[in-house]
């Protein structure tokens, strides 16, 4: 059967390129030369199905006696009107708005678009850039949730204004990245979960959601831990810290109503959020008064000088805080929420300066954010002991001086000794402004990882949840865990928690790295806007060095936990580890150009032979790599 079948592909596919090479054009397909008619017929036996956005041209018989006209190269039609082909979509993979959409009641984030105006200068617009305000804002958040606090106030703690310059390149590694997500979202029109769906086989996808999904959890875990602590110290230690953990389950439905109200409305929130991050712990910098030269000098100098491991561990713990993976999905989703034609390569090209731009500023913001939580704990802080500060504390009555031991070790802070002490040295003040600026980082964070987690899921597994049932889920998984050590542990136990959150965020970091790399520079995915050889290079040598760090932060964890059977837990999950990472790592080094690694990799254009060839590599969708680049250069109307 299967020879015969092959035999009248043969016959359909020789008549049709005879006559497509005869004077009588019987017609125009979307889908150009002989590749896309052997999908045509192929696709009509049920072998391969096209993807619904993909239609093809009916044919249009021509008179015998009269010859084909070429295309306008300006309007793309033919010169008699009778056959109009027209560029829809830009990018090869991205689908038509689904007819349903505006009725799911659940559509996160995207019920709404914010149109873009018109403007008739050419250059720059301060009007476009403020309508492409909000995602980098969004985005910002995870650089300023309760996990990154910790690793600052530590930093300052323990290296003093040392390390500013690893917080500074973390932040601008971190720029880079986030770029290549936003340009994924505007160019394709789809999120990056959505993407690895397309892209990734069956089994490295699921295993893919797993880890994106563990990530999430451990973040929504470290804001849980921020919100308790806040409402703890707010309340003078009223609320206990379980109790804490139980408001954030109630407050997080609260605000998830904010979107509602309007997308813009919701962005102005979390704008005021961090606006309330400023202006907190810019109070607290102010109130110190940090040594300004050693802040430029830590800043500009890639040095430390009499550093040691724990402070190397610390630079190290910087890069894992900042570089978040879920952070990578969530900037190529909210890009999605304007109005862009990209049909028009023009606005693409627009859209991708004026997203960059804003992350800019956003990241810009957030890195001073940081930087003042650093300086005050480098410039008030560094050096001192335990003693040292349980005197000041017992000096200004305060209840908390039996938090820090009468010894001679150096002192060690968390986000909760950090506004035990800022009350301590500064007044109480201090220390209800630094819980204030707590919460408001928990909270932020909190909902941002709530539209994470909505659009990973959906994306991986196109599963359409509503946001309030994903929310009973993950903050459910993220809050019993967390509520156990409130009730049967002390506070040091629960912010002691962060450095576990840490390493598990850290070894996900490969999970969002590679594939984002891998999916933005493929020509057949991005097409002009496909990552360039600096890109590539520079982006590859980014992504193994942030892994190759992190990785290193994860091996010095684990062997201070001092454990026989932990070392041989780490071995062996390190192996299927490593093994899932070099399989991504593998297609990316495809994607980048290693040609001699594509063995299998990629379904080529099927040769008419008895058996079918299936790709075990990159995408199990066939129509996209049959179709190439094709798809996104000619389409019909709609």
């Known amino acids: 059967m299967a020879g015969k079948t092959n035999a009248g592909l043969s016959d359909n596919l020789n008549k049709e390129t005879i006559e497509l090479n005869g004077p009588a054009t019987p017609g125009i397909f979307t889908i150009s030369q002989t590749a896309s008619l052997f999908v045509y017929e192929t696709a009509n036996l049920g072998l391969f199905s096209f993807p619904e956005h993909i239609e093809i041209l009916p044919r249009v018989t021509m008179p015998p006696d009269q010859e084909p006209q070429p295309l306008d190269e300006e309007n793309h039609s033919l010169e008699n009107g009778e056959i109009q082909i027209v560029q829809t979509q830009y990018s090869s993979i991205s689908p038509p708005e689904s007819p349903e959409s505006a009725d799911e009641p659940f559509s996160t984030y995207f019920e709404e678009k914010v149109p873009i105006p018109e403007d008739s200068k050419p250059g720059f617009s301060f009007r476009k850039l403020w309508a492409f305000t909000g995602p980098g804002f969004l985005m910002s958040i995870a650089y300023l949730d309760p996990g990154n606090i910790e690793s600052d106030l530590q930093s300052g703690a323990k290296a003093g204004f040392k390390l500013l310059w690893v917080l500074m390149s973390a932040t601008i590694l971190g720029l880079l990245l986030q770029r290549l997500a936003a340009r994924l979202g505007v160019v394709t029109g789809m999120h990056l979960a959505e993407v690895c769906h397309r892209q990734y086989p069956a089994v490295p996808r699921i295993v893919l959601w797993l880890m994106v999904e563990l990530a999430i959890i451990g973040s929504d875990m470290q804001e849980v831990i921020g919100c308790a602590i806040a409402f703890n110290l707010l309340s003078a230690g009223r609320i206990p810290l379980w109790g804490g953990v139980l408001i954030t389950i109630v407050d997080t439905f609260v605000f998830l109503f904010l979107d509602k109200y309007g997308l813009r409305k919701l962005e102005a929130f979390f704008g005021f959020l961090i606006t309330i991050m400023a202006i907190t712990f810019g109070y607290e910098y102010v109130m110190v008064k940090p040594d300004q030269g050693e802040l430029l000098k830590g800043m500009f100098l890639p040095y430390c000088q009499g550093c040691g491991a724990p402070q190397l561990e610390q630079a190290v713990g910087i890069v894992g805080a900042v570089i978040m993976p879920h952070n990578i999905y969530l900037h190529s989703a909210l890009v999605k929420s304007r109005q862009i034609d990209r049909s028009k390569k023009s606005e693409v090209k627009e859209a991708n300066k004026y997203f960059f731009i804003e992350s800019c500023v956003a990241l810009f913001i957030s890195f001073l954010i940081n930087v003042f939580v650093v300086a005050v704990f480098a410039e008030a802080f560094y050096g001192r002991t335990n003693e040292e500060v349980h005197d000041v504390c017992t000096n200004s009555s305060s209840p908390y001086s039996n938090l820090f031991p009468l010894n001679n070790q150096t002192l060690e802070v968390d986000i909760y000794k950090g506004g035990v002490v800022l009350g301590c040295f500064f007044g109480p003040a201090a220390l209800y402004i630094w819980a204030v600026g707590i919460l408001a980082a ?33 903050r459910s998984i993220a809050i019993i865990p967390t509520l156990l050590v409130a009730v049967f542990q002390d506070v040091q136990t629960l912010t002691g928690m962060n450095d576990f959150l840490n390493v598990l965020q850290s070894m996900q970091l490969p999970f969002a790295l590679i594939p984002i790399l891998t999916f933005t520079s493929l020509n057949s995915i991005m097409n002009d806007f496909a990552n360039g050889l600096l890109w590539k290079i520079g982006g590859g040598v980014v992504i193994l060095m942030v892994c190759c760090i992190n990785m290193y932060f994860v091996v010095v964890y684990v062997t201070s936990l001092g454990s026989v059977v932990l070392y041989v837990m780490a071995a062996l999950l390190s ?8 399989y991504l790592a593998w297609q990316c080094l495809i994607a980048l150009g290693v040609s001699c690694l594509d063995i299998g990799s990629r379904l080529t254009l099927p040769v008419l032979e008895e058996t079918n060839r299936y790709r075990v590599g990159l995408t199990g969708h066939s129509d996209l790599y049959l179709l190439n680049d094709v798809d996104s250069n000619m389409c019909v109307e709609r």
């Open 442 to 474: 928990g909270q932020s964070s909190t909902m941002t990882g709530t539209y994470s987690g909505q659009f990973v899921m959906e994306g991986f597994l196109n599963l359409k949840w509503s946001r309030f049932a994903r929310v009973f889920l993950t």
């Open 575 to 582: 192996v299927a580890y490593l093994g899932f990472v070099g």
